[in-house]
């Protein structure tokens, strides 16, 4: 799902369960898990991808003090 659209869900949901009583809130907290979930996925894959797209390069002065260890 595009993130934009995604965000928006999540907003809606949650105005959603903010107006929804506490006796039917179940299926909306069940509808916010599943995409924050989806955010989540997303967010790490853009990570995942971002680290390496450009991977931190160690100094080897920290490079040899962990390998000391």
Do not use: F, G, Y
């Not at 929804?20 to 069940?30: N, Q």
């Not at 989540?40 to 390998?67: C, H, Q, Y």
């Amino acid at each position: 799902m595009d993130p934009e659209v995604l965000t928006d869900r999540i907003r809606e949901l949650c105005a959603r369960a903010i107006m929804t009583p506490s006796a039917d809130i179940e299926p909306v907290i069940s509808e916010l898990q599943a995409a924050l979930h989806e955010h989540n996925l997303w967010v790490r894959d853009i990570a995942a991808k971002s680290l390496v797209r450009d991977p931190i390069e160690i100094p080897a002065s920290v490079s040899s003090a962990k390998a000391a260890d």
